[in-house]
């Protein structure tokens, strides 16, 4: 059961949302991600001074 907003985040990979047009489903969808980019600064925040962080990517990092 999820009690707090940011628990979504954490245990959902794949969200699909099915609906007619204007009930909300590109809000819920950019509140999630906002929601996504601050637990990830908050990370990178706790790690910055005392432990090292790794980030990896497949995009090409030339463009």
Do not use: C, D, W
């Not at 999820?2 to 969200?15: A, R």
């Amino acid at each position: 059961m999820i009690q707090y907003p940011h628990q979504i985040v954490l245990f959902i990979e794949n969200i699909l949302y099915i609906g007619s047009p204007g009930v909300g489903k590109t809000h819920l969808a950019t509140a999630i991600g906002i929601e996504a980019a601050n637990l990830f600064f908050q990370l990178i925040s706790l790690r910055y001074k005392t432990r090292s962080t790794i980030i990896t990517t497949n995009k090409n990092l030339s463009k």
